[in-house]
């Protein structure tokens, strides 16, 4: 394999080659169409349509190839292609539906059956292709892998309009779109036109998986319409920045697989968009930081440290409530099924926070000023669930302790002002209520 020089790197990077520049804008226009369908198509979990789709098309691309060759035509034309790979699409939609309409069988198994049935048809449309004369046929194959390296100025133009056609469509209809995908009953009962949205949106899928046989391929385009929506969600929340993101990222990965491609003329261009955009999905995957790996193992360790300080104070609380004296470190061992390593670490890292102090002459513990207002508020939090269990949900008071340790430590201060009202234990008639537990013995 040769490796680029620099210089053509340069030339690359700086867009000095005109064929470049033409792939470039229309692929590029084509990732962020791609991305803002998809962000919809997500949400409605309809995803694997986009590879149902683009499955039949293959059919639809055959069916074009002979009608031009039968005419006339230049059957290796984009347009004549295009309209037998809309056709076959809009027929698989139609195939599906009534699958669903009329039969018992879920989704996912319907998805497949017309999947494979138009693929099939279609593999078999191009043997027959390859058996005429005049080797009209070579080429045809790079439809379903994507030949966007071989894009003329009229197949940019055709990706570029229907692109921009697309995104201004999705723009326009945005309100409507999120209303369909996120609360399709609350739009039919407001009189919102809902099945024909969601014919509407169907058909921008149709398109989208049209545009994208230049440009990913047959096999591939359901990529771009999936991999970017689900690389957003790492990313942001709400409807308005997972469409912009997704959007950023369809564009993106056709951005850095144009520039591969061009580096690595042998390699497909389609192949190294989809590649492009499962590397970002890689790096949402792992650095996004809403839904990321890594930022939910920060958060993950965070919770659990927070939940052994409050079990540590709570347990401090509790054996030195009716005395100001220290608690022996035997003591708390025989609180909770803790190891002895496990108390003197936590122990330490709370003594570094200033929530304790640690004796070494005597072996004990005893709470500092905020480290006993903190144990106050988690122990009285703690007993008022464990109170309203007893008395509002008919809980054994043996059983409430386990149930209390999950709640304690996600009440609001709302919530616990509720229960004070319902328990009537506002905090100026005992601060700390007595343990239920114990009370009912």
């Known amino acids: 394999m040769a490796y680029p020089t620099l210089e053509n790197v340069l030339r690359i990077l700086t867009l000095q080659d005109h064929n470049t520049r033409i792939v470039l804008a229309g692929a590029c226009a084509f990732g962020v169409a791609a991305g803002l369908v998809g962000a919809f198509l997500l949400l409605r979990k309809r995803s694997l349509l986009g590879d149902t789709l683009g499955h039949a098309t293959l059919p639809g691309v055959a069916i074009g190839f002979l009608i031009a060759y039968g005419t006339g035509i230049d059957p290796r034309s984009f347009l004549p292609l295009a309209l037998g790979a809309t056709l076959t699409s809009v027929a698989g939609i139609a195939a599906l539906l009534l699958i669903r309409r009329f039969s018992t069988i879920k989704d996912d198994a319907a998805l497949a059956i017309v999947l494979s049935v138009f693929f099939g048809f279609g593999v078999a449309l191009l043997s027959a292709i390859q058996q005429l004369p005049g080797g009209f046929a070579s080429g045809l194959e790079h439809l379903i892998y994507g030949s966007a390296a071989t894009m003329s100025s009229t197949d940019t133009s055709f990706v570029l309009v229907s692109s921009l056609c697309i995104a201004v469509i999705c723009i326009a209809l945005f309100k409507e779109f999120s209303l369909l995908c996120f609360d399709e009953p609350y739009a039919r009962s407001s009189g919102w036109p809902a099945t024909a949205l969601d014919l509407l949106l169907m058909s921008l899928v149709v398109w989208t998986t049209v545009v994208g046989i230049q440009t990913v391929g047959i096999l591939l385009v359901v990529a771009l319409l999936v991999i970017p929506p689900a690389s957003a969600r790492f990313w942001c929340d709400g409807m308005g920045a997972m469409a912009t993101v997704s959007a950023l990222c369809g564009g993106l990965s056709c951005l850095f697989g144009v520039f591969l491609s061009a580096l690595f003329p042998k390699w497909p261009t389609g192949a190294l968009i989809v590649l492009s955009a499962g590397a970002i999905f890689a790096a949402g995957l792992v650095f996004g930081p809403t839904r990321g790996i890594l930022i939910r193992s920060i958060r993950t360790r965070r919770e659990e440290l927070k939940l052994r300080r409050d079990h540590m104070l709570r347990a401090v609380f509790e054996c030195a409530e009716n005395s100001s004296e220290s608690v022996p470190l035997s003591q708390l061992l025989t609180k909770r099924p803790w190891s002895r390593r496990h108390v003197t670490s936590e ?36 007993r008022l669930w464990e109170l309203y269990l007893i008395q509002h949900a008919e809980i054994a008071p043996a059983h409430v302790d386990r149930d209390a340790d999950r709640i304690e430590h996600v009440l609001s201060l709302r919530i616990v002002e509720e229960l004070e009202d319902i328990l009537d234990q506002r905090p100026h008639d005992r601060l700390v209520p007595r343990d239920p537990e114990k009370s009912h013995l």
């Open 347 to 382: 122990i330490a890292r709370l003594a570094d926070r200033g929530l304790l102090t640690f004796s070494l002459s005597n072996d004990s513990v005893q709470l500092t000023t905020t480290g006993l207002s903190e144990a106050r508020r988690l122990v009285r939090n703690h």
